[in-house]
């Protein structure tokens, strides 16, 4: 089920029409894995253990991960909404 946020989150801020496909890898990877782990944290599940250690090695300069904020807050609003829509 991360693994499915995960990648939703790169089809929704780095598929071909995103203004964001350009960004490279270690930014599109940290904002991936930081909307899984938003979603997964919003299902009741904890993949802290994996998640966070995924982030910090894309995220080494922090400078990555302070751009990458609002997209990551966008995109975890919509999965949460698709989320809670499908389990109600």
């Known amino acids: 089920m991360k693994t499915l946020y ?16 350009d960004r ?10 930081a909307v899984a782990y938003v979603a ?10 994996y998640s966070l250690g995924y982030v910090a ?4 300069d922090t400078a990555v991960i302070h751009s990458a904020l609002s997209e990551i807050q966008q995109v975890s609003n919509k999965v949460i909404e698709l989320s809670d829509g499908l389990t109600k």
């Open 6 to 21: 995960h990648e939703y989150a790169h089809s929704q801020l780095h598929g071909l029409k995103s203004a964001f496909k």
């Open 24 to 33: 490279p890898r270690a930014y599109q990877e940290t904002q991936a894995e």
């Open 40 to 49: 997964m944290q919003n299902i009741g599940v904890d993949t802290s253990n």
């Open 57 to 60: 090695t894309w995220a080494k």
